[in-house]
């Protein structure tokens, strides 16, 4: 079972459209992060997010977290053909706190 | 600044072989992770380490060792190699618990392919 849910999988839109992603889950996150990893790369953090409610900027990029702490969203305005690249979200939980990683939302912006 | 380095970047193995990956990070940073990455399957934890001589078991340890004697160095070992562990490999580092908000900082990754 996958802990953390990412929807959609694929997302293929024109430059200039809008986006959100979704990361859901049953279980309470202290903490939730998002990563964008391009090709052959590692993952970057792009946020974290840590208080239920919380929303986050990061330029054309909104976060939010969910007021359970179960569930996020970022949502890309004006998407641009360099947002293109696979958008993880991971969350900590446990007595370590490590983190769990959704399986990703990759998305393809063409001009 | 080198961040989070491994190597190799790219090994072909038979099955039944062995080998190491190598991880180094210069940031100084206590806690250390191994992961794989399985195409469609996000990152899974393997091995980590909250610091020198301490390491702990992640999700998916059956088939992997790991060793921490050094604050920098985060070796991950493959005994008998199998099919299934065909994957991209990656190496990340953190200066404080992910529950602490902590960042994880990770390296380019070592496509290891098992025949």
């Known amino acids: 079972t996958q802990l953390l849910e990412q929807s959609p999988q694929f997302l293929s839109i024109q430059e200039g459209e809008n986006l959100t992603v979704y990361c859901n889950s049953s279980?309470?996150?202290?903490?939730l992060q998002w990563y964008r990893q391009e090709p052959g790369e590692g993952p970057v953090l792009l946020v974290t997010?840590?208080?239920?409610?919380e929303v986050k900027k990061l330029k054309r990029l909104t976060f939010q977290f969910g007021d359970a702490r179960k569930d996020s969203s970022l949502h890309i305005t004006a998407a641009q053909p360099g947002d293109t690249g696979l958008y993880l979200c991971a969350g900590a939980r446990g007595s370590q706190g490590n983190l769990i990683f959704g399986k990703g939302t990759k998305l393809s912006v063409k001009p | 600044n080198a961040g989070v380095t491994q190597t190799p970047k790219f090994r072909i193995l038979k099955i039944g072989q062995s080998m190491t990956l190598q991880c180094a990070q210069d940031?100084?940073?206590?806690?250390m992770y191994w992961y794989r990455q399985d195409p469609g399957m996000g990152l899974k934890l393997i091995y980590y380490s909250v610091g020198a001589g301490i390491t702990d078991k992640g999700e998916v340890p059956n088939g992997y060792n790991v060793s921490r004697s050094t604050t920098e160095d985060f070796p991950l070992r493959l005994e008998l190699a199998a099919p299934s562990q065909t994957s991209v490999y990656f190496c990340?580092?953190?200066?404080?618990?992910?529950?602490?908000?902590?960042?994880?900082?990770f390296g380019e990754g070592s496509r290891l392919t098992v025949l």
């Open positions: 997010v840590v208080t239920g409610g």
């Open positions: 279980s309470v996150f202290s903490s």
């Open positions: 990340a580092s953190s200066y404080s618990r992910p529950t602490n908000t902590g960042e994880l900082f």
């Open positions: 940031m100084n940073h206590n806690y």
